[in-house]
């Protein structure tokens, strides 16, 4: 089996370059000064290797015959795995129209042949720095239960996401990247004059049960990228409060769980896959536990309970 790279001590550069002098040159200068670097002459070489190593920073020559490195760039980004790795273009060219298309590619900078090492270490760098911090807090979001993912407005995809984030959108909605829910997309392109504005929208919910899943804008990463974080909640612990604080049954706890959120007894049959019937009697048996005889005193009740107990609760 194939060891995986050691990044403990080095970032990994995928050097990508059909000019086997250029590739020469680039090697010795990142490799004295402690990179892991890999090769690749060709638009398809660099694509595997990139989705096999996940380097940490990519130095891409714009023309290469074939798949040209402005293509290469472009599937790069279309793919969540290696989307928000920077990728610094080296191009003879200097027309402000090959800049503009290499920017336009996804490129966060380049750098003009004939290759000068020390300029080109300087700008990596740089942007090293800035991916290492964004992977950092998106790290950090996850581990304090926070997922994140990063959404283009223009054409709805989904450019990368945290591994929790992975996990909630398939949950939540069935969907996986590059494809962005449609629920998520049409709430951030509702509220996206707002959000220029930065004026933060209504949060999204969605809900599985008694879990819910908080959603909300966070900030603009590019002129049409927007970070969204999300955030899982669920109430399986306020049910048992109420069993507990009302002496309810499982079930009887449930149903007024959902009595609090303001289900009717048919929504709350079909939530619970019972009866409406069921439902009622369940009703009348919390409604003698509680010493009420309507759903909005017992609605009340268990509120006041709740938020003594779960102040956070947003019913």
Known sequence: MKPLLDRSESDVVLVVDDVPDNLSVLHDALDESGYTVLVATSGEAALQRAAQALPDIVLLDAMMPGMDGFEVAKRLKSQA??????????TGLT???HLVAALEAGGVDYVTKPIKPKEVLARMGVHLQ???????????L???????????ASDGRLLWQTPLARQLLETYYGTSAPETPAAILAWLRRHLAEAERQI?????????????????LHQQTGDDDWLIVMREVSDAAIIESMSLAFKLTAREAEVLYWVVKGKINRDIADILGASPGTVKKHLERVFAKLGVETRTAAAGMAMNRIRQVHPQFEG
């Open 200 to 216: 933060e929208p209504p949060r999204l919910c969605a809900e599985i049960g008694a879990r819910r899943l908080s959603i909300r």
């Open 142 to 152: 996850d581990a304090f239960g926070y997922a994140s993912i990063a959404v283009r």
């Open 130 to 140: 800035s991916a290492r911090q964004a992977r950092q807090t998106r790290n950090a």
């Open 95 to 97: 027309e402000t129209e």
């Open 81 to 90: 795995a290696t989307a928000n790795i920077p990728i610094i273009f080296m």
